[in-house]
């Protein structure tokens, strides 16, 4: 009898463990820790729409759990900077926890008084407007131009052309003519005086001719007008755009500091630590993007550690990296190498072009300024490696395409050249530098990465790999 029960009381456990491994079995397990297959698909579902499979998909997601090892073997989640990025994330995600009414309706009332008292028995301006930049120094060439250009712009409103529309063609505020010309309300003292009064001077539906302010010139449409609202009425779209300039994140520490003088000798993180604990069994997907971008911040910061900074430092290694490579960077097309400059005066081009042809690419910035842009600037320059199709004057002075057509600056009419054509591939590491450092980045990355594998134990259940989005 004692026999039977012992059989039974087996047959329960292992009937018991074997509902718990088809519940969630073990994907592979590394360095002693198990990996649940649930763990796993939630990892490769996010990731899967890079076009992985599954099976490529195991070897990364080894690699990354390595790196967030390695990561925590040096006590990379200990350091200020790290404690403090991944606390900013969490704080942002535990803001809906947190709230107080009371303080926020405080610092709305505030705001609104402040604008009842500016705008005292004025009205309420809901204005749109098309703006023609003219800085300050402009010469009188570039004034009128810009007054025939609104001009022009105002000729095609009094036509019928729609004023939102023309606002998103022409209009040089960039804000406001992603939304057709529209500002924010106005009110006394919010604005250039003279725009200010033309706008006050306009009734509802009432469109302004040209005008000019101290920025340039405006055309305005007054959309609507009236007195100021009731709070309860504004006091929504008061919040919003006192979010967009952080009330939300002041709301938020007032609470958590309120929490902290009722906690008895808690500090601001053991107070929002415990807040967390509170709430992550019923939010899971808080818990999980707190966890991802912990592991995610980790595996990124042990990496340009260990391999991409020290591959960008490493100019020996870039150097040779870039000789067993050269084949690999060779181009389909010439390409120019040198400076293209304009100076504002004919007599400038030859002792530029001997200053350039000396100094070259790292010390020419210093000796231009010094000899030809002090105190005036009298010479620009540019210095690159372009193919055909990436500088106009490249392509009609150098790849002799007569077919480009140029614009000459007033200012600097007069062109210089200084470089040579590479026909056949980059000279030196410095003509593709971009490239190889990022590529010797990812080549000391591998190398790293092969090196953590070769220390560490992996085992994977490839029956399990096989279910994963398939049970």
Known sequence: MKRIKTL??????????????????????????????????????????TGTSVKDYV???????????EALRQRMDTA???????????????????????????????????????LKD???????????????????????????GIDSVYRLLKAGADFAETARKFSQDAMSAKRGGELPELGPGSTLKEFEEKCYALKAGEMSEPFASTAGYHIVLMRSRGKLAPYEQKKAELVEVLNKQGLRQMVFNHAVDKLVKASGGLTREQVLDKLEKEHEDEDADMKDAIRDYREGLLAYNITKQEAWDKAEKDHAGLELFFRKNKKKYRWDTPRYKGFVFHTSDKALVK????????????????VIKKQFNEGKDRVVVSHG????????????????????????????????????????????????????????QDFKEKEWVEQLRARSRIEVNEGVVATVNNH
């Open 8 to 49: 039974l009381l087996s047959m329960l456990v292992c009937m018991g463990l074997y509902a718990q491994e088809g519940a969630d079995p073990v994907v592979m397990t590394i360095n002693g820790r198990e990996v649940p297959r649930s763990e796993f698909e939630r990892a490769y579902n996010r990731n899967k729409e």
């Open 80 to 118: 200020a900077a790290f404690r403090s990025e991944l606390g900013t994330y969490r704080d942002d995600l535990l803001m809906k926890y947190l709230d107080d009414g009371q303080f926020e309706d405080s610092i709305v009332r505030s705001v609104y008084g402040r604008i009842k008292e500016q």
């Open 122 to 148: 004025s009205d309420v301006l809901n204005v749109s407007h098309i703006f023609i930049s003219v800085p300050q120094k402009a010469d009188e060439a570039r004034k009128n131009a810009a007054k025939a």
């Open 59 to 69: 070897d990364l997601y080894i690699n990354y759990r390595l790196k967030i090892d």
């Open 385 to 440: 490696i372009w193919k055909k199709g990436e500088n106009r004057f490249v392509d009609r002075y150098v790849f002799k395409d007569s077919g480009v057509k140029l614009h000459v600056s007033k200012a600097f009419p007069y062109l210089g050249m200084e470089g040579r054509v590479l026909k056949k591939g980059p000279k030196e590491l410095a003509d593709v530098k971009a490239q190889v450092v990022n590529d010797y």
């Open 351 to 366: 002792p530029v072009k001997s200053v350039l042809k000396k100094y070259g690419p790292d010390d020419w910035y210093d």
